[in-house]
């Protein structure tokens, strides 16, 4: 992972890519015979047959029956070592035993009151002490979270506009739903923020409420603060891309963006759904040492179960505890979510845990890179903590705009297959990264090597 990506002078006849594609089709096709029957089923009566549209896949989906470990088993009865953990969520592994037996033991002492017990305060005082924001409210979900972050940050400015990243994604609620993933034309100049709805049924209205800016250029962004930041309440970014494959900040770039948030007023939010405990026990925050208004959480911190949380500094809890900002769920803090929460966070992922995890992924990392290096693939590998993942990309990436002219999606659906077919189970898409866990062996990471290099040997042929 050098600051320059390899020189490569490999060519790829799209004929072989086609014809490789649907010999990889047809085998899966062959391997998934009762998930194909599965989804007839379920396209009568979910659209697509799914629950999220996040699990859309052609020609169907994968339907997945119990995991394990590092392990997971389809519905034909397919084992496949798992880098796609919940879009991340599993960090700890499959049926993880210590969180297990802890959610076991809540179970039996009742699952749901709607009032407050011991493991919130448990759960919220090691957030503040792994994040260092002092003050955590509970959700549901990674969109909770970001709802609620959005409501603190024009409740404590005024201010009605929010600012987000292009080609990021924070959940599913009107206010961040822009600019997602827009095609290239949509996007305007690069300090003239355009806002592009990401699908029907929000409000022209609310839409125009959101602006985005490229990742990493900063003088965009100032930029932008100079002619709208007075009315600009806050700035919500995931730290490091992690929807477009994973593009880490550019050194300082955080740094400056958290002196031009202060300089203008305007609140910082860290959306570390994804990075928060798995790049580190306190996240990107913690990783870069650069600390926002607020950060949202949920995916790997609930160890499993539908969780999130929302830190945030004296100033803006004063908001929430006077009700001038309101913050409400029944099922917030759920005495459920809440010792699987604890489990994962004091007992499972623990500071050796993530020494481990940063020694097994950087051992991925190289070993897709030799694979690069020597088949001269026109790609590159990036990552941190529990996450990386190969960017089909002869340059190295800097913001969306780069992802949409660089990546080579027809490689990018290629190796997704090669990996399924050999037993490697993935995220779909062209733009998803893997995840280890706890329970990877170098056993397992070997097995991601393997598929990698069969299809690195084919493709080059």
């Known amino acids: 992972m050098t600051e320059e990506t390899q020189d490569t002078s490999s060519t790829f006849d799209p004929k072989l890519v086609a014809s ?242 202060r300089k203008f007023g305007i609140k910082l939010i860290f959306d570390e759904v994804k990075t928060g405990a798995t790049i580190s026990a306190g996240g990107a925050t913690a990783r870069f040492g650069v600390l926002p208004d607020m950060i949202t959480l949920a995916k790997a911190t609930c160890g499993g179960y539908p969780g999130g949380a929302i830190g945030m500094s004296e100033e803006i809890a004063a908001l929430v505890e006077s009700d001038k900002v309101k913050q409400y769920g029944t099922f917030n803090g759920n005495p459920l979510v809440m010792a699987a929460a604890e489990a994962t966070l004091l007992e499972v992922l623990t500071d050796d845990a993530y020494e481990d995890l940063e020694r097994k992924n950087q051992y991925l990392l190289d070993g897709c890179q030799a694979i690069i290096d020597k088949y001269r693939l026109p790609a590159y590998t990036e990552g941190m903590g529990v996450k990386g993942c190969v960017v089909f990309s002869p340059e190295r990436l800097y913001e969306y705009r780069d992802y949409l002219t660089k990546v080579n999606e027809e490689l990018s659906a290629l190796a997704w297959l090669y990996h399924m077919n050999h037993g490697i189970f993935m995220t779909p898409g062209v733009e998803e990264e893997w995840t280890i866990s706890v329970a990877h062996s170098e056993e397992d990471l070997d097995k991601y090597l393997a598929a990698f290099e069969a299809f690195a040997r084919d493709v080059s042929a």
């Open 20 to 261: 490789l594609t649907e010999a990889q089709q047809e085998t899966f096709r062959n391997r998934t015979g009762q998930s194909a029957q599965t989804f007839q089923r379920a396209e009568k009566v979910m659209p697509n047959g799914v629950p999220s549209s996040f699990q859309v896949n052609e020609p169907w989906p994968v339907y997945l029956e119990r995991g394990v470990g590092s392990q997971v088993w389809d519905v034909d009865g397919n084992e496949y070592t798992d880098f796609h953990n919940g879009f991340g969520v599993m960090a700890i592994g499959h049926a993880n035993p210590v969180v297990g037996e802890a959610v076991k033991a809540r179970i039996d002492m009742g699952t749901h009151f709607a009032a407050p017990t011991d493991g919130s305060i448990v759960v919220a005082t090691e957030l503040a002490r792994r994040f260092g924001l002092p003050q955590w409210r509970f959700t549901n979900s990674g969109t909770e979270s970001t709802m609620d972050a959005v409501h603190l940050a024009r409740g404590a400015t005024g201010r009605d506009i929010l600012l987000k990243i292009e080609g990021s994604y924070h959940g599913h609620h009107d206010a961040v739903m822009v600019s997602v993933y827009p095609p290239l034309e949509a996007l305007g100049d690069r300090d003239d923020p355009v806002s592009v709805p990401e699908g029907a049924g929000t409000p022209l209205a609310l839409t125009e409420l959101t602006r985005a800016v490229p990742f990493n250029d900063a003088e965009a962004l100032e930029s932008v603060f100079e002619k709208i930041g007075d009315q600009v309440a806050g700035l919500i970014m995931e730290p490091a891309m992690m929807n477009i494959n994973i593009i880490p900040p550019k050194e300082g770039y955080l740094e400056k963006v958290r002196e031009l948030t």
